[in-house]
């Protein structure tokens, strides 16, 4: 199994607080990415990152915001939380762009 | 704009059958992936298509990439209960990108 770990792994929040998911490799991968998914939606890319600093919007990006300081970590930061991003949120890594890209085991948040 | 559409999106089949499911994608893409996924659980990377005519084959499932006809195929044969999940299909955009569309997935549930 890739090496990913994603915390917390369920959280319940109020609307309108703050929520930043923490995804960490230890494959020393080069391009993470978040995506959410939702019945019906299957899974939509959110942000990704192809480097240090480096990182660009997915699909749904809105009400999302992310960075990456270290190779190894790729935060997700909801700045205002709505029910709407109710959602299981997965991380993902990936040697290139072109290479497997391994999943996380996914975090379940609920905005109440 | 890609778009990735999977059929069917929920298959019932008895054990020792075959079936096939489809992944259409709406413009030129390089590269093709197939997870499985349990409930509750993670995606499991299953095949990477890379090349027009790729065929990979891993046990009963196998997969198949036509680039002219913009298809992938997951061909199941004689299925076996174990093999019940939601299999999903993504394919990658042209140009280096490295964002991945996602169908909606097919919920495959194997009858005894």
């Known amino acids: 199994d890739a090496g990913i770990t994603q915390s917390p792994r369920h959280k319940v929040t109020e609307t309108g607080t703050p929520v930043t998911l923490r995804c960490h490799q230890t494959e020393n991968h080069r391009y993470m990415y978040w995506y959410r998914q939702d019945p019906g939606h299957g899974l939509r890319l959110i942000h990704y990152s192809y480097g240090v600093k480096d990182t660009d919007k997915g699909e749904v990006s809105d009400g999302y915001s992310v960075s990456r300081s270290k190779t190894e970590d790729f935060l997700l930061t909801l700045e205002s939380a709505t029910s709407s991003q109710t959602s299981v949120y997965f991380c993902?890594?990936?040697?290139?762009?072109?290479?497997?890209?391994?999943f996380g085991e996914g975090s379940w948040l609920t905005v109440v | 704009e890609l778009k990735v559409e999977q059929n069917p999106l929920f298959l019932s089949m008895q054990e020792g059958k075959n079936y096939t499911i489809y992944c259409n994608y709406s413009t030129t893409s390089d590269r093709l992936y197939w997870y499985r996924q349990d409930p509750g659980k993670s995606l499991e990377s299953l095949f990477v298509?890379?090349?027009?005519?790729a065929v990979k084959q891993e046990g009963r499932l196998m997969a198949s990439l036509d680039t002219k006809a913009r298809l992938s195929t997951l061909h199941i044969t004689a299925a076996v209960h174990d093999l019940s999940a939601t299999y999903f299909c993504?394919?990658?955009?042209?140009?280096?990108?490295?964002?991945?569309?996602f169908g909606k997935g097919t919920k495959l549930t194997v009858n005894p």
């Open positions: 298509l890379l090349s027009n005519g």
């Open positions: 993902a890594i990936s040697e290139s762009a072109v290479n497997t890209i391994y």
């Open positions: 993504a394919a990658g955009t042209q140009g280096g990108s490295e964002k991945l569309v």
